[in-house]
């Protein structure tokens, strides 16, 4: 089994590339099925999960053309199935992203019900809620979420709460809708812009993406296009995060620095020096971190995505911080393998209150999510001695080569299989 063997103590210092955003990444390789012309995407990451969506896209007799490894080609022309259900998408989110698409474009889909990390109860009600104001049928059966319409007709909708995903599907599904759509209380998220942006490249009709409320003009069918995905906001922000942690001094490269102004402002607030320049940004972390209290909230709010690794960096603050997650209920899970690594921090529902100490200890933990795991790897490149991290398929999810990219800057870590590689680790750094 793979783990990351680490040595902490080293600043790191340098420039890291970002690559596309995994979350936009997804739904837009899902749209990009609603056109039977060909369409051309770049600036895709090549992570676990546009992966497992590409290969349930090709079983369901999508022509994919991989030109590069952050380029492809895609024709749905001649699409055999509307069922879409493998082992492999049962356990990412975004595979219900193709439930909009088809219906959308075929008004049936048969896709199975999503898994993702578990951080929570991750309702999928306001999806089905919008599917139905559309005009659909949706049953859940047999572990497939089924949504049949003999047409699709414009509605207007308001979400219960906002959510990236339900604001997604049912933007997919109303392009090709008959009508006017107008989705109230959507999310702003930069991807769900990017999704509007790219479906707008193939002739759809959507004014309002970034504001809270979402107007589509239905048409009758879109067209091919050439599009680039927007950097990723949170890859971004986790390396910004690396430097404050390590004490280190790292620039993250394309980026768009709107989309991380809530991080660059928390950075600041403890004590971080922020340079930005048009697709930079530079975080210098000369002294001990400054504590501070953060909520997590929809866009432009501070991401849930973020929590783990603003919390690993407050741990180590002078004084005491207090995070609250009010997104996901159940994100603290990676709280007991900070511990193990000296932290101390008590969660109470879905705060947790963090007392800082002056620095971590190497220990042998679990990633137990995604960004959970990152988190902890930035932890150990800063604790005291070696640190093995366990279940890093987690992070293989959304963060591309995210040890190389660590290594340039001056991280000692590997990627190891066995006990061998890792006293072999041990012995080389010493
Ligand atoms: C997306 O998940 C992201 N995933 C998550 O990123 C991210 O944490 C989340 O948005 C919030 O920003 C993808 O884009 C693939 P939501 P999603 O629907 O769409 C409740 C990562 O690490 N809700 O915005 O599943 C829900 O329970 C991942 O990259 C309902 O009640 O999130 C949650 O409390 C993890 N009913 C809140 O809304 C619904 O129908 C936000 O969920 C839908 C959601």
Redesign the pocket.
């Known amino acids: 089994m793979e783990q990351y063997a680490i040595k902490g103590g080293n600043p790191l210092v340098g420039e890291v590339e970002i690559g596309g955003a995994?979350?936009a990444a997804?739904?837009i390789l899902a749209a990009s099925i609603m056109t039977d012309e060909t369409v051309y995407i770049e600036n895709m990451p090549d992570v676990q999960?546009t992966n497992v969506l590409l290969k349930a896209m090709r079983n369901i007799g999508v022509m994919l053309d991989r030109n590069s490894r952050h380029s492809v080609t895609i024709n749905a022309g001649q699409i055999n199935s509307f069922v879409v259900d493998d082992d492999h998408i049962r356990k990412?989110?975004?595979g219900y992203?193709l439930l909009g698409a088809l219906l959308g474009k075929y008004k049936h889909a048969e896709v199975a019900l999503?898994g993702?990390?578990d951080?929570?109860?991750?309702?999928?009600?306001?999806?089905?809620?919008g599917f139905r104001a559309l005009g659909a049928d949706v049953r859940i059966e047999y572990g497939l979420i089924k949504a049949h319409a003999e047409k699709l007709k414009g509605a207007h909708i308001y979400m219960?709460?906002?959510?990236?995903?339900?604001?997604?599907n049912v933007m997919m599904a109303a392009a090709l809708a008959e009508g006017q759509t107008v989705i109230e209380n959507a999310?702003k998220?930069p991807?769900v812009v990017d999704l509007a942006n790219f479906l707008n490249s193939m002739g759809a009709s959507i004014k309002g993406a970034g504001t809270d409320v979402i107007r589509i003009k239905g048409v009758s069918r879109l067209h091919g296009t050439e599009y680039a995905i927007i950097p990723d906001q949170?890859e971004a922000g986790t390396f910004m995060f690396a430097a404050a942690v390590t004490r280190g001094d790292i620039t993250v490269k394309n980026v768009i620095p709107k989309h991380l102004e809530s991080i660059s402002a928390k950075l600041i607030e403890i004590g971080c020096e922020i340079k930005e320049s048009d697709d930079c940004m530079r975080v210098v972390a000369s002294k001990r971190l400054k504590p501070t209290h953060v909520k997590t909230l929809?866009?432009p709010g501070f991401?849930?995505?973020m929590q783990p690794q603003i919390a690993v960096a407050l741990a180590l603050s002078k004084g005491t911080s207090i995070v609250t997650d009010t997104?996901?209920?159940n994100r603290f899970k990676y709280v007991d393998e900070l511990i193990r690594m000296g932290a101390s921090i008590k969660v109470e529902g879905t705060t947790a209150i963090i007392d800082g100490v002056e620095n971590y200890t190497g220990a042998t933990i679990c990633a137990p999510?995604?960004?959970a795991g990152a988190a902890l790897v930035i932890a150990g490149l800063s604790a005291d001695g070696f640190t093995v991290v366990d279940d890093i398929h987690y992070i293989a999810?959304?963060y591309e080569d995210f040890h190389l990219k660590l290594q340039s800057l001056g991280a000692q870590i590997e990627l190891v299989n066995s006990d061998r590689d890792l006293q072999k680790f041990k012995l080389k750094i010493g």
């Not at 951080?119 to 809620?129: E, F, M, N, V």
């Not at 219960?160 to 604001?167: I, K, L, R």
């Open positions: 995994k979350n997804l739904p999960d990412i989110r975004a992203y999503p993702g990390c951080i929570g109860c991750r309702a999928i009600d306001q999806h089905l809620k219960d709460c906002v959510s990236v995903g339900a604001t997604i999310a998220e991807h949170i929809p866009y991401p849930t995505d997104i996901f209920e999510d995604l960004r999810r959304g």
